[in-house]
Every structure is written in structure tokens, then in C-alpha cells.
């Protein structure tokens, strides 16, 4: 992995329109359900609240997860994000309420933390470990970037332009070395300080990047009862009840009682670690901080760890989903190879980290490996996330249910929700990049570009029905004729492609994993790519325990599963024979999609009555079928089994 020498560049996505059959309702649904229903939980929950009674309007103490200020940044940054394509007053309306409020909280010196103003104020800064007080500022920062691009209005990053020169001169600049327990500020500085051009953001983020893995934890976990939060208790999801010390020591101290920062990525200095390890969600989040640095800086260290750690994660420690995180216990990474099925982990914000973080590569390498890993995890471990009706979620995203497995329409600790919601609000910035004289089209959703090439300005046009057609359409307006390189790119699941321009068939040079297409394009030119897309059996490395003897389907660039509702015999009695013969049929069921369906087979069970072992010769099968769904889209209709590997 290598930093080109022209890191690719994003397009503003005021430029890029969205007209695709597959996402139209998605991101309706986003825009006009989710984010109301979001906002409606804010309220409800007291996350506005908090910022209320901070700036002396209301009343009382803090209420919820000291972390809760995040779910309000988070959906002030998928909130300004729709606007950058969409006329919406009453959503805007809701926005500058929001920033009025959060400004109103603000204290005089910049800072800004509803939890430490109302509780703990004398206590800031004394548990970075565990309290999330410069995760939830980098949220901040990052909805304040989002508003900016967005609205031009600058009303929300003076606001984070504030709280960021204080934590400079509180950290940088003073020379404490604290690190944040939760990242996330790293790679919203780097966003700030693209932005503001101020150079001080870029390197408050190498700063807390560099003095990462020096063991920092270790003097917040030897002095438990005196930082801020040592006595928080709340019941929470996937913990039950959530006690601030006990935690802090199970995820800082190992089984003998010493230190270990691997929870927290503090384990080692970043350009030596290897290995994908502790909080998924803090990791993806750290690699993308690196990331950035690395595309500002030009730092070969950080490149060169970047490139261990996402080999260690793609090849030992990720689903074929893109979700990463198998275990509950930390929400995080394990050993390699240890990705089991049904009590899978892969967190919905983990999903967003992983496409955060591949973007960044892609930007800074633009090699398409890194696009096809976005697209494995967008369309299969991200949006299983989120259901049709946009109103209701999952944290977690296993690979197999016995029909106990639902998505709710909040959480207590909500951070996946909004997490989502900026995703799909700001799919635009992920179709495309730019360089001088080249467009990389990185993913196939319908819609329009606009850019400017020597002076011209071209509307390319993208058109499919993807992801269940195998064809992709171009089309290319300019006044006057104009050259530059289309790179299109070659996804990793298809085999052979033919490639059409103006109804020609023409051989073209593949690098980086991308159709290259230099020509002087003329006005109304026609590109039409056709993949291969056949039905396809994974199978799973032998060291994956749970995946012997089993394989998953995948079609294009879908993960398929079984569920209970479609299929008569129990799915673990399910075998599917290599000479079964698969087809894709559309079903106009769950606003339509394609279906897999094929022959298989099941044990006669009824000569298993009187008998606990039998000569596998003499075991009968009888004949039947299988239906599968694409996993993005299971637990939509009747509770039941689900599975993802299949027996074979």
C-alpha cells in the first residue's frame, strides 16, 4: 500500500444526484422517517434536554449514557447532509433550533460536555479511558464540517472551532499526553482542519495519534476512585447493568490483573501494531484518524501499519458481510479466524467505521480494493442495520437467528442509529473521486455527476438496475469535445466484463481494479459495461471452526441467507448439493428483489426413530427445495430460523 503521488479528491456532493431504483427509497425513507424519528427520540430520551438544562433554560441533573451528546451530533451531521441535496425548511428548522441550543451550552472558556457541566464539572479531563469527552467532541466537530459543506453557515463550527482550541491548548499545546479512550476526534480534526486550513486541528490529531499505545489508561485504572464516573451505573443493552469501575478494569486489565490497552488500541504505538484488535467500532475509528494524517502528511509508517492492520482485518478477522467484531463481551475484535455465526457481534457502527476507513484508503491508494470492501459492507453488513420502514434497527448483526433477533426503534445506548443515518445521508461523497483529468466512478448508483474537466463542465449520467442486473449504462454530456480518463470500477465478484462504447465493443486496460477509458469524449458518448454475474458458493477458511462443511451464497455483490418463513424444512436440516442447480428469480415481495431458489436435500429422519448412530451408507435423503433472501433484508416478515452458511 503506497500514497499516490495525486491523493484522489472528493466531489462536493451538491454535484452528485441520486436517482437510483435500489436506494430512491432508502434515503427517502432516511430524509423524511428516520430522521424525524430520530429527532422525536432526542427529545424523548432528554439528549436535547441535557443541552437545556447546561445552558441554565431548564432545570435539573444530567440524564442517560454520559455519552448521549454524540447521538445529537451524529444526527446534526446526517441532518445537514440531506440538506445538501434537498430543499427541506421544516428539517432545517429543527437544525438551527439544534445548533441554538447546543451554542446556549457552550461555557465561556469553549468547552462543551452536557455530562461534566451538569455533574462533574471539577472532574473534566481525569477519565479519558471509559467517558467518551473527546469522542463526543469529535462528533461535534464532524457535524459541524457536515453543516458547513452543506449550508455554507459557519454557526456550528465556530462552536467546534472553540471547544478545539481548548482542547489544543489543553493537550498539544500544554504537553499532556492523554489520548482518547474512545476515538473519533482524530479523524474529525483532520476534517475541521480541511475545512478551516488551520494547522493547529492537524496536528492536535497527530498529536493524539503519536502519543497513542504509551500505556496512558494505566493511571486513570490505578485511580479508579477518584475520576469523573467512577460510580456510573445504568442498565444497558448487551451488558445489562453497566457499572463504570467494574468495566474499566475487565477492559484495561487482563485475567492477572496488569495492564493491557489492546481494548483501546493502547497497546502499542500505532505504526507498530499489526493485528486488528479491541473495540471494533474504536478501531475503525483510529484507522481512519491514521488515514487522514497519512494523506495529509505523507507518513510512511502510518501507511505501511495501516496496510498490516487491513490485511489483518479483511483476511483472519472479518465476516463475508464486512461486519468485523465477533464477540459481545467488548464489543471487538478477537483472535484470528474466530468469526461464529449466530452470536456474531458485527455492531451496525463498526459497518460505518469500515466504509469511513476504505474510503480514506481508497482516496489516498486508489486501488478498487478498498471500493469493493465499501460495497460489501453498504449493501450487506450497513444495511441490514436499518429496516424498510427506516424507523426501526439493529446493533448487532448475526449470521445466524433462531428467531429471537429483532431491530428496535431505539436503544438506550443509541449510537448506531444515527451512525446509519449519516451514512445514507452522505452516500453521495462515497460514488465518485476526482484528479486532475480522471473520475473514478467507485460505486454503481444510478444518478448524475457534474464536474469540470479543462474548463468544460460534463455531466456524466449512471443508469442500472443494480445490484440485480449485470449491466451498467454512461453517459457523457459535454458542449465540446474533451479528454479525460473514466475509471470505472471492476468489481471483485465478477469475472469477465464487456465493455460497449457507442454500441462497440472495445478492450480496455484494467489498473488498480479499474476500467480505464481515456478518450476524447465527444457530447452524448454511450458506455455500457456488462458483468458476469453468476450465483456464486464461498466457502470459508478451514481455520473458521463454524464454517466446516458449510458454504454462502452470494450474488453480485449480495450475501444471500435462509430464513425460516420461506423454507419448509428447518434450515440446519437443509442440504444443498453441489449439483444443484441455482437460479435468481425477481419476486415483486419487500419493495422487490431477486431471490435465489435451487433443489436440496433432507435426512429421512423417520428412520432415525429407534436409532442414535447409523453407517452413513445407510442414510436416506428425500428431495426438496430452498429459498433464499438477500441478508440485508431478513427479520421483515414472520419471526423464524435464519442462516447465512448452509450446509452442503
Excluded at 126 to 144: D, I, K, P, S, V
Excluded at 172 to 182: C, D, I, K, Y
Excluded at 248 to 255: G, P, S, T, V
Amino acid at each position: 500500500m503506497e500514497k499516490m503521488a495525486e491523493v484522489l479528491s472528493e466531489i462536493p456532493m451538491k454535484n452528485v444526484e441520486i436517482d437510483d431504483k435500489f436506494w430512491n427509497h432508502r434515503l427517502e425513507k432516511n430524509r423524511i422517517v428516520t430522521l424525524d424519528h430520530q429527532y422525536q427520540q432526542l427529545i424523548k430520551t432528554g439528549r436535547l434536554d441535557n443541552f437545556k438544562k447546561a445552558a441554565g433554560l431548564k432545570d435539573g441533573d444530567f440524564f442517560g449514557m454520559f455519552f448521549n451528546d454524540s447521538d445529537v451530533y451524529k444526527w446534526l451531521e446526517a441532518a445537514s447532509y440531506t440538506l445538501a441535496n434537498k430543499d427541506d425548511s421544516k428539517l432545517s428548522k429543527k437544525i438551527n433550533e439544534t445548533i441554538e441550543l447546543i451554542t446556549s451550552a457552550q461555557q465561556e472558556d469553549g468547552y462543551l460536555n452536557t455530562y461534566f457541566i451538569l455533574e462533574e464539572p471539577e472532574k473534566k479531563w481525569t477519565n479519558l479511558g471509559m467517558m467518551h469527552e473527546l469522542y463526543c467532541a469529535g462528533h461535534l466537530f464532524q457535524a459541524a464540517t457536515a453543516h458547513y459543506l452543506a449550508t455554507g453557515e459557519n454557526s456550528l463550527l465556530n462552536v467546534a472551532c472553540k471547544f478545539a482550541n481548548l482542547i489544543d491548548q489543553k493537550f498539544r499545546q500544554s504537553g499532556h499526553t492523554g489520548v482518547p479512550g474512545h476515538e473519533e476526534i482524530e479523524l474529525a480534526l483532520v476534517e475541521l482542519y480541511r475545512v478551516t486550513e488551520k494547522e493547529n486541528y492537524l496536528k492536535l490529531s497527530e498529536y493524539f495519534i503519536n502519543n497513542r499505545g504509551k500505556g496512558y489508561f494505566k493511571k486513570e485504572v490505578d485511580n479508579l476512585k477518584n475520576i469523573a464516573g467512577s460510580d456510573f451505573e445504568q442498565d444497558i443493552e448487551n451488558f445489562n447493568t453497566f457499572e463504570m469501575s467494574k468495566f474499566y478494569r475487565e477492559f484495561f486489565l487482563d485475567e492477572e490483573g496488569n495492564y493491557d490497552g489492546s481494548y483501546a488500541q493502547d497497546h502499542l504505538p500505532v505504526r507498530d501494531q499489526k493485528e486488528a484488535a479491541g473495540h471494533a467500532v474504536r478501531a475503525m475509528y483510529l484507522y481512519s484518524g491514521m488515514t487522514d494524517v497519512a494523506l495529509e502528511t505523507g507518513d510512511q509508517l502510518l501507511i505501511k501499519a495501516l496496510e498490516k492492520l487491513w490485511n489483518n482485518m479483511t483476511k483472519k478477522k472479518m465476516y463475508i458481510t464486512g461486519g468485523i467484531g465477533p464477540t459481545h463481551d467488548f464489543e471487538g475484535f478477537t483472535e484470528n479466524y474466530d468469526l461464529p455465526n449466530k452470536t456474531a457481534y458485527a455492531e451496525s457502527c463498526a459497518a460505518v467505521g469500515s466504509i469511513m476507513w476504505n474510503y480514506r484508503l481508497l482516496k489516498m491508494t486508489g486501488d478498487a480494493k478498498f471500493a469493493n470492501l465499501m460495497e460489501r459492507t453498504l449493501y450487506n453488513g450497513l444495511l441490514s442495520g436499518v429496516g424498510l420502514s427506516g424507523d426501526k434497527f439493529f446493533y448487532v448483526n448475526p449470521l445466524a437467528s433462531d428467531g429471537n433477533h429483532h431491530r428496535k426503534g431505539w436503544f438506550h445506548v443509541s449510537c448506531c442509529p444515527p451512525n446509519i443515518a449519516r451514512l445514507l445521508a452522505s452516500l453521495q461523497k462515497y460514488i465518485y473521486l476526482k484528479s486532475d483529468n480522471k473520475v473514478y466512478v467507485n460505486l454503481f448508483i444510478s444518478g448524475e455527476l457534474k464536474f469540470d474537466i479543462a474548463d468544460q463542465q460534463i455531466l456524466l449520467k449512471q443508469s442500472s438496475e443494480y445490484p440485480w442486473d449485470d449491466s451498467i449504462n454512461y453517459n457523457v454530456k459535454t458542449e465540446a469535445n474533451v479528454d479525460f480518463t473514466l475509471n470505472i470500477r471492476y468489481p471483485d465478484w465478477a469475472k469477465k466484463v464487456k465493455v460497449l462504447i457507442n454500441e462497440k465493443e472495445e478492450k480496455i486496460n484494467v489498473e488498480n481494479g479499474y476500467l480505464m477509458i481515456n478518450r476524447n469524449w465527444e457530447n452524448n458518448d454511450q458506455v455500457k459495461l456488462i458483468f458476469e454475474m453468476p450465483v456464486k458458493r464461498i466457502k470459508a477458511h478451514p481455520k473458521v471452526v463454524e464454517n466446516k462443511a458449510r458454504f454462502a451464497l452470494k450474488k453480485g455483490p449480495l450475501v444471500y441467507c435462509l430464513e425460516e418463513v420461506d423454507n419448509e424444512v428447518p434450515l440446519n436440516e437443509l442440504i444443498i448439493t453441489r449439483e444443484s442447480k441455482i437460479n435468481s428469480e425477481y419476486e415483486e415481495m419487500l419493495k422487490g428483489i431477486h431471490v435465489l431458489k435451487g433443489d436440496a436435500l433432507k435426512e429421512d429422519l423417520s428412520e432415525w426413530e429407534n436409532e442414535l448412530y447409523k453407517d452413513e451408507k445407510n442414510i436416506n435423503y428425500k428431495k426438496t427445495n430452498f429459498k433464499a433472501v438477500p441478508y440485508y433484508i431478513w427479520d421483515h416478515r414472520e419471526p423464524g430460523e435464519m442462516r447465512v452458511w448452509l450446509r452442503e
